[in-house]
């Protein structure tokens, strides 16, 4: 304790200065009539004087009760020292068992936790070949594999430990744990001993974090691989699906790509077909597909193509109890065709720019013809097309009243006007040829809405149902 040496030696120096002053008084004496004060064995009743004739003098000076009174004092002084010393030792010790019994108590805890995770571990792992290195291995021992309940776990520790201190210095510090019996209370904790247990406590805290530090690392680390695995394992399930769509498309009995059917069983607006490719600019063309009606007045609109700032440039539809119309560039010129008695038929509609002459075929067999439908309006190019709904706008806001309820097929477009013999071909399944702007192939068609393609031979269902 340098603060009870240092006074130790004060109070050694202050004794000497005493007997320094007692000497001066003796050789004083010596010279005149004075009384001299001699050093007192301890225990010895304090005392001094002599009369000149030699005997004790009964009388004792201020001077000598105030030195008297100082020896008692400094006796005093000295015994108190002495017990704040022993104090102070037994404090220490006390202090350094504790201290040992916590450090004993946590490597206990963590050889108890290294245990039981070597026990939780397989028996395979238990070989000479997975001994962990023990190593470098810091106090703290294995933490559990979770980080969240690592965290919680360092963390309960860290206020345990904290409070032990807090404790420890509440149970030092004065006036804190005073007794009812008038014991004093124990010395204040000592500034090493205090300075020891803070750089303990705080190698302790450093370990904890760069623990918790470690562990989030780890976790970021997991959930960054688990996530790049996932986005593998969701590309290959994509690129997987993609393939199993397009091997169904390929192989749903499909003997040919233009063997199949666009159905439309509900009279809605939401229930349509949509051609993928647009078309040129044109001056003539001709429309030709099969139909297969629902009952009902009217059998909607079997296709409509509209382009921007005209949803109504080629337009077929048959609405309400009106005959069967054709539109082009908004302009109506009426057909007389009848389809709607729930078979397949073969229609086929020509119109040139040239007078607007148009014709109409139905199943073969031309039923009439006319002029002056739009004449030389070319055919704006980079519109949609769309089976089963009239456009409002191009490509939606269809109007459920006007929608196309049935079945429909071999929908092909040219840019000029077939002859009667090819028509007749194509109504009498002698002939295939495809349209050279829109050909009715599985690829260029999407449906929407519920409505559904399926195949379909369409010669063989046509002989069928006559």
Not at 346 to 361: K, L, N, Q, S, V
Not at 401 to 406: D, E, H, N, R, S
């Amino acid at each position: 304790m340098p603060g009870n040496a240092r006074m130790l030696c004060e109070l050694l120096a202050l004794f000497r200065l005493l007997g320094w002053v007692l000497s001066q008084d003796a050789a004083s004496a010596a010279a005149g009539n004075r009384f001299v004060c001699n050093a007192i064995p301890p225990g010895a009743e304090a005392g001094c004087g002599a009369a000149p004739t030699g005997e004790r003098s009964r009388t004792s000076r201020p001077a000598e009760d105030e030195l008297r009174a100082t020896v008692v004092r400094l006796r005093e002084t000295i015994l108190q020292q002495k017990e704040t010393i022993g104090s102070q030792q037994r404090t220490i010790k006390e202090l350094n068992s504790k201290l040992a019994r916590c450090e004993a108590a946590a490597a206990t805890a963590a050889a108890a936790a290294a245990a039981d995770d070597t026990a939780q571990q397989p028996a395979k792992s238990r070989g000479p070949g997975s001994r962990r290195k023990e190593q470098g291995k810091n106090t703290m021992g294995d933490l559990p594999r979770d980080p969240s309940e690592t965290i919680n776990q360092l963390g309960k520790t860290m206020q345990s430990l904290k409070g032990r201190l807090e404790s420890l210095e509440t149970l030092h510090v004065p006036g804190t744990n005073g007794s009812a019996g008038g014991v004093p209370p124990p010395a204040p904790l000592p500034p090493p001993l205090r300075e020891l247990l803070g750089r303990r406590l705080g190698l302790l805290e450093t370990q904890l974090l760069r623990k918790v530090a470690e562990l989030e690392e780890e976790k970021s680390r997991l959930y960054n691989e688990t996530a790049a695995h996932r986005q593998r394992t969701d590309n290959a399930l994509t690129s997987l699906l993609e393939r199993i769509t397009e091997l169904e498309r390929n192989n749903n009995a499909f003997k040919s790509p233009e063997d199949f059917k666009v159905s439309l069983s509900l009279r809605t607006n939401y229930l349509f077909g949509r051609i993928k490719k647009s078309l040129p600019e044109m001056y003539a063309f001709t429309v030709c597909m099969w139909l297969k009606s629902g009952a009902g007045p009217g059998i909607g609109t079997p296709f409509s193509y509209g382009v921007p700032g005209q949803a109504n440039e080629i337009v077929l539809i048959e609405w309400g109890n009106n005959p069967i119309e054709l539109l082009v560039n908004d302009k109506v010129a009426q057909l007389p065709l009848s389809v709607s008695d729930g078979r397949w038929h073969h229609i086929c509609i020509t119109w040139t720019t040239r007078d607007g002459f148009w014709e109409a075929y139905q199943d073969g067999e031309r039923l009439g013809a006319g002029d002056n439908l739009a004449p030389w309006h070319p055919i704006k190019p980079g519109g949609v097309i769309v089976l089963g709904q009239e456009q409002d706008v191009v490509g939606g806001r269809f109007d459920a009243t006007q929608a196309f309820v049935g079945e429909l097929s071999h929908f092909n477009m040219w840019d000029r006007v077939l002859r009667p013999v090819d028509i007749a071909g194509l109504a009498n399944c002698s002939a295939y040829m495809p349209g050279n702007v829109v050909p009715w192939i599985d690829a260029n068609v999407e449906v929407f809405g519920g409505a559904t393609k399926a195949p379909l031979e369409i010669c063989e269902d046509r002989a069928f149902d006559s």
